[in-house]
Structure formats: C-alpha cells, structure tokens
C-alpha cells in the first residue's frame, strides 16, 4: 500500500522562501519513494511524501518550524493511494 503524508505551513508575511528552504533542509529518519515540495499564494509551502506502508504505520514526519517562521501551526494529513483513475 501507498501512503502520502502531506505537511502544510504558512509563512509569516514575506517569510515564504525561509520556510520553503527551511522545510527542504529537513531530513527524516527513514527515507519515503519520493518527496515533493510545493508553494501557493498567502506563503503557504507544501510537502507531501510517499512510503510503501499501512494507513497507520509509523513513519517520520517533518517537524514544526520556529513560531516566527509562521503564521500558524502546521497542519498535516495522511492519505491511502487508491491507484490512478
């Protein structure tokens, strides 16, 4: 099974591109099939990362960023990969 966990941040005001690096530099303990990174208006940046795993399985995450860099607390999300189509 396909998991993607996605980790969402938005940046302080103007704080975009520290947070997109900040969040590039991250390294996790165990390796995912692939990780990407994304940005979108109001400075938010995206990274979402695929293991071969169960839904619930234990796996690294990216940790939160200092309170400065944001504007909020980083939200997170898990998803089963139900194939293409």
Request: proline share 6%.
């Amino acid at each position: 099974m396909t998991v993607a966990l996605m980790w969402e941040a938005r940046a302080a005001e103007g704080r975009s591109e520290e947070l997109l690096a900040w969040a590039r530099r991250q390294e996790l303990t165990e390796r995912p099939v692939r990780r990407e990174s994304f940005r979108a208006p109001q400075d938010r940046v995206l990274v979402i990362t695929w293991w071969d795993a169960a839904l619930d399985a234990e796996l690294p995450e990216l940790p939160e960023p200092d309170a400065e860099l944001m504007t909020r607390s980083v939200h997170r999300w898990r998803f089963e990969s139900l194939g293409e189509g």
